[in-house]
């Protein structure tokens, strides 16, 4: 590649660009090369037009090149998850679990059995280990997995038919997006029926409507990502299941982030499990994949075994179900649960389980390595949320680094735009790194990360 300083009017030909870039570009579909040298063209003519200066033909040729390289990138910039939050919605929610992204890269990479039977040789059912894993986890009868929990919340409403869906008031509630429950159930086709108050709904509400036949289903939703506090009461679950079945009506219980692990064990509010409501009288729970899961993006249904037959049936089941790769990792996931080492192994149950005094002790550590008298860093007791609609109002006590003597927002500014990039959050004009989130195997990375934005200019006058 030559670079020639040039006096030009106008752009160079595409093919003289290519020509200058034979040799970089060899390998590459034609058409490819030349619908990206046509856009370096069109910006160049574009600056000339405003009055700059033109570039050599070998400049232009090395950001055709750069650009070639750019369209290679894997996916979005990785983070060091700073925030505290553990499950944060902003930035990827969920980590994956080694197993999970083993068996991802393997269905990804390879052929499998994903809908041929291996003893017979004729087509069988879909790679079915996700949810066997989830019979077993939960003791239903079957089981069904969707691309997100959205997704298996408007498939099992969809057994009401046109019929009426009665919900509580209190839990009439927006789940993300826009996308609220009034909305899921018009869009299934059935009618919605309110029942109770915002703060206050019993079982005996459901009495009328159940009684007169309008209601096919009684449709519960947990509020994962909001909490009700004080004067406030919600029908038992067992009492109300009772009360649907006695008229013939069938019981969903949306759990939203769900949970296979018992909460309370970590310090935190407990969270209902499905096995819980299963036993409680619902005849379908739908819960997610990913959140306190922790694994990839998903919609997992349990319950009937009829149920979820007519569920797999419906057209909208093919719309939403998710892929291979999805699939196996979902399955990964689960089978660490079923294994006894989900906290050992599962990213977001590592970081709930995370003692304080450890965290403490990385801070210390960080702190050695990090050995500038002139830094304004020093250990801070801190909280912890779960995040990603689980466990609102939660927080677990945690330990990191309180960074100071520079304006926050720059410091945080510098730290998201760094190498590798870092995401912390700001309180009382300082920007705290919360250990809880961040693996350990990333401390190294994350004092290198520090030490370069602290090197920045200091913050001049009073704080």
């Not at 950001?63 to 983070?79: A, C, F, K």
């Not at 660490?336 to 801070?363: F, H, N, T």
């Not at 934005?453 to 001049?460: F, K, L, N, Q």
């Amino acid at each position: 590649m030559t670079v020639e300083p040039t006096r030009r009017t106008r752009p160079p030909s595409v093919e003289r660009l290519l020509a200058d870039v034979r040799e970089e570009v060899h390998g590459r579909e034609h058409d490819a090369v030349v619908k990206v040298a046509r856009a370096v063209i069109a910006d160049e003519r574009d600056r000339l037009a405003s009055g700059s200066p033109p570039r050599a033909v070998g400049e232009l040729a090395a950001e055709l090149v750069t650009r070639l390289d750019g369209l290679l990138i894997p996916g979005p910039t990785t983070v060091i998850n700073a925030t505290g939050v553990i499950v944060h919605t902003n930035i990827g929610r969920a980590p994956w679990p080694d197993a999970a992204i083993a068996a991802a890269s393997r269905a990804a990479a390879s052929p499998s059995f994903l809908e041929l039977d291996r003893a017979s040789g004729r087509r069988g059912s879909r790679y079915r280990l996700a949810e066997e894993h989830l019979i077993a986890l939960t003791g239903s009868e079957d089981a069904l997995v969707t691309n997100n929990n959205a997704a298996a919340l408007a498939l099992a409403v969809g057994l009401a038919g046109r019929g009426g869906v009665i919900v509580s008031r209190g839990e009439l509630v927006e789940i993300g997006g826009g996308i609220r429950i009034p909305d899921i159930v018009r869009r299934a086709g059935a009618k919605l029926i309110e029942v109770g108050t915002t703060n206050r709904t019993r079982a005996d509400d459901f009495a009328a409507p159940l009684a007169d036949g309008r209601a096919r289903m009684v449709l519960r939703v947990h509020p994962s990502n909001f909490r009700q506090d004080g004067f406030v009461e919600s029908p038992d679950p067992t009492a109300l299941a009772e009360l649907a079945h006695a008229h013939g009506a069938v019981v969903v219980d949306d759990l939203g982030s769900g949970a296979l692990l018992a909460t309370e064990a970590f310090g935190l509010a407990h969270e209902p499990t499905p096995a819980e409501r299963l036993a409680a009288g619902a005849d379908v729970v739908t819960f997610s994949g990913d959140k306190l899961i922790g694994g990839p993006q998903a919609g997992l249904v349990v319950g009937r075994a009829d149920l979820i037959a007519r569920l797999r049936k419906d057209p909208l089941a093919r719309a939403t179900r998710p892929d291979k790769v999805t699939l196996a990792a979902v399955a990964a996931t689960l089978g660490l649960y079923l294994g006894g080492l989900a906290i050992r192994e599962i990213p977001v149950w590592r970081m709930i389980a995370a003692r304080p005094d450890d965290l403490r002790a990385r801070v210390e550590a960080m702190l050695a390595r990090l050995d500038d008298p002139t830094l304004d860093a020093h250990p801070f007791a801190m909280a912890s949320t779960v995040g990603g609609g689980s466990l609102p109002g939660e927080t677990l006590p945690s330990w990191g680094l309180s960074l100071g003597g520079r304006s926050a927002d720059a410091l945080l500014a510098r730290l998201r735009r760094g190498t590798p990039a870092v995401v912390a959050r700001i309180e009382d004009d300082r920007v705290l790194i919360d250990l809880r989130t961040v693996d350990p195997l990333d401390d190294p990375d994350l004092t290198q990360a520090i030490a370069a934005t602290v090197a920045g200019p200091r913050r001049t006058g009073p704080a």
